[in-house]
């Protein structure tokens, strides 16, 4: 099973897991509670093929691969949920030490639309994340070309989006490297970037919620971003202005 081309694609980047950190566990739990049905009891083989998991908690405590957790997914093809995570050696910003990446999947249904803030929502308090985004699958290709070192000559972005610095120069780890369409920011993250100003913001508090950390869930767009559709490519552009500190474009 691989992840459709039609699904939502959830990044989350947190602190490195440390010792016998329970936040493996948590993540998984409470992506089941916030999409209803879902059980994370299955993985895949070499061949591809689906193998269950009789005692999964177990399992999850015990393996650290990748200094994460190992893959899961459910048993349905047709409407396949993936999480996994791991340690990336590379930090939030400038000198900082290696992250915890957490990546799930989702279908770009109705039902993976309507769940995906709870699901993000989920993930990022249990990973204690910085900060995260769900955007459908391909977006991220499109943020790839946004980056730039900062000795780079100017060149075409795609749709006309900002430049963003590579992750690597980003001076302080609450900042967010770039948007999605949902976007997790935790306390840290929101006071880093200014959000939320009443006078300003009153379009996107009334997209937002507030997590029990105190962080947010910002939502862009009704319907997952299409930057072939003017308005959705028009409120990212907006939104980029409006946080000039998000990847890297505003000096201290």
Known sequence: MTAAQESLNLNIYAPALVGDDKRPLTIVHGM?????????????????????????????????????????????????????????PSGLAVGSPPRFDVNATLPLDAVGIAAAADVLDAIGEGARAVWGHASPWGYNEVVSQQFRDPEDEPHATP????????????????????LGWLNYWSAAAARAIGFPDPARDADLLARS???ATGGWVVRLTDAPLDLDNPAHLDALKQAYERFPEIGGRSTP
């Open 209 to 211: 919620r507030r997590t």
């Open 159 to 178: 749709h006309g989006l900002p430049w963003l610095l590579r992750p690597r120069y980003n001076r302080a780890p609450e900042i967010p490297h770039y």
């Open 32 to 88: 089941e509670r916030a999409l209803p049905g879902l059980r994370l009891a299955w993985t895949l083989s070499e061949k591809g093929g689906f193998i269950a998991l009789t005692h999964r908690d177990e399992w999850i405590a015990a393996d650290r691969t990748d200094g994460g957790f190992p893959f899961l997914c459910n048993d349905d093809e047709s409407r396949p949920v993936t999480l996994t995570g791991w340690e990336n």
